[in-house]
């Protein structure tokens, strides 16, 4: 095993490499893993188009009141990756993301197998997220999170770590089919009955083509596993994180399925609940990732049970 500082699909960055696994890490552009190879085959996707750009957040006179004209100026950057958001959606000034946490420069530590990635204190929410990614020695992805309120008021941000794997994928979520919902985007509500299935007391969703949709809801467990049929074997991306079947959580979902029109991509979506926060408080959230061909294919019979968290 060992970590580089190279060049990461154009941007500068780090890299951790396993047996089997290389994780490409972003600090300078929202503390993002812009890629992820197994076995050299890229699964993350990443705008292209972008790559390489660093987009200048600051403000003339660091004047807080032109943040939204600077934000409606940027537009909504697709970046691609992996990288934590605050939720909900609808707090977000001019409908992006906050820019310090999405496209802002990151602190990085190295420390062996792991990178530790600090964000500054976000302009718009007043919270500053640390990312550590580790990989394991039995190339396990461990993403452990924290998001503190650098403010002086209470906030009620949930953490939200939002993957963008590249298609296909058949994406089975640890909950029952009438847990998950259509959102109000896209296809959804058209598309909810032929693309997200009951499989074995777990729900499939199936993202094999270029429509758009999200389906969301509160998993009973807090795991969703990916599966890319090949013919060396399915590709098996399993995702795991802590859930609470009865919090409260913003957008009313613990996790959310995101398949796009317009680019080759699913997106994985996991939430933390959400709670008060007290000025100089903080709260966390760890996510895992388990990436492995298995022989032959891989189906809802071999599901692990579905039981209440």
Same mark, same amino acid.
């Given at each position: 095993?060992?970590?580089?500082?190279?060049?990461?699909?154009?941007?500068?960055?780090?890299?951790?490499?396993?047996?089997?696994?290389?994780?490409?890490?972003?600090?300078?552009? /929202? #503390?993002?893993?812009?890629?992820?190879?197994?076995?050299?085959?890229?699964?993350?996707?990443?705008?292209?188009?972008?790559?390489?750009?660093?987009?200048?957040?600051?403000?003339?006179?660091?004047?807080?009141?032109?943040?939204?004209?600077?934000?409606?100026?940027?537009?909504?950057?697709?970046?691609?990756?992996?990288?934590?958001?605050?939720?909900?959606?609808?707090?977000?000034?001019? /409908?992006?993301?906050?820019?310090?946490?999405?496209?802002?420069?990151?602190?990085?530590?190295?420390?062996?197998?792991?990178?530790?990635?600090?964000?500054?204190?976000?302009?718009?929410? #007043?919270?500053?997220?640390?990312?550590?990614?580790?990989?394991?020695?039995?190339?396990?992805?461990?993403?452990?999170?924290?998001?503190?309120?650098?403010?002086?008021?209470?906030?009620?941000? #949930?953490?939200?770590?939002?993957?963008?794997?590249?298609?296909?994928?058949?994406?089975?979520?640890?909950?029952?089919?009438?847990?998950?919902?259509?959102?109000?985007?896209?296809?959804?509500?058209?598309?909810?009955?032929?693309?997200?299935?009951?499989?074995?007391?777990?729900?499939?969703?199936?993202?094999?083509?270029?429509?758009?949709?999200?389906? /969301?809801?509160?998993?009973?467990?807090?795991?969703?596993?990916?599966?890319?049929?090949?013919?060396?074997?399915?590709?098996?991306?399993?995702?795991?994180?802590?859930?609470?079947?009865?919090?409260?959580?913003?957008?009313?979902?613990?996790?959310?399925?995101?398949?796009?029109?317009?680019?080759?991509?699913?997106?994985?979506?996991?939430?933390?609940?959400?709670?008060?926060?007290?000025?100089?408080?903080?709260?966390?959230?760890?996510?895992?990732?388990?990436?492995?061909?298995?022989?032959?294919?891989?189906?809802?019979?071999?599901?692990?049970?579905?039981?209440?968290?």
């Amino acid at each position: 095993m060992s970590n580089e500082s190279v060049e990461v699909r154009g941007w500068p960055g780090l890299w951790l490499a396993g047996d089997h696994l290389r994780l490409g890490l972003v600090p300078q552009l /929202g #503390g993002r893993i812009c890629s992820a190879q197994h076995d050299g085959e890229e699964l993350l996707f990443v705008d292209e188009r972008l790559s390489g750009v660093l987009p200048d957040i600051r403000l003339p006179n660091d004047d807080k009141s032109a943040l939204a004209d600077l934000k409606t100026a940027l537009g909504f950057q697709l970046w691609g990756g992996n990288k934590l958001w605050v939720a909900p959606e609808a707090a977000w000034i001019a /409908g992006t993301p906050p820019l310090d946490l999405d496209a802002g420069c990151y602190g990085a530590v190295t420390d062996g197998q792991s990178v530790t990635m600090i964000s500054p204190v976000c302009r718009e929410t #007043g919270v500053r997220l640390t990312r550590r990614v580790e990989l394991t020695h039995d190339d396990c992805v461990v993403i452990d999170q924290r998001m503190e309120n650098c403010g002086e008021k209470d906030v009620a941000w #949930g953490m939200w770590d939002v993957t963008q794997w590249l298609r296909p994928f058949d994406v089975y979520v640890a909950a029952r089919r009438d847990r998950l919902r259509p959102y109000e985007l896209g296809d959804s509500a058209r598309l909810f009955d032929r693309v997200v299935q009951e499989a074995n007391n777990w729900t499939r969703v199936v993202c094999d083509d270029s429509v758009e949709f999200k389906f /969301g809801g509160i998993a009973e467990r807090g795991r969703m596993i990916a599966v890319r049929a090949a013919e060396l074997g399915a590709l098996v991306v399993d995702v795991e994180f802590p859930n609470n079947s009865r919090g409260e959580y913003a957008h009313d979902s613990s996790v959310e399925v995101y398949n796009s029109s317009k680019y080759p991509y699913l997106e994985l979506e996991t939430h933390r609940q959400r709670e008060v926060i007290p000025p100089g408080g903080s709260v966390e959230f760890r996510e895992q990732w388990h990436i492995s061909r298995v022989g032959g294919p891989f189906g809802p019979e071999a599901l692990p049970p579905l039981v209440d968290a």
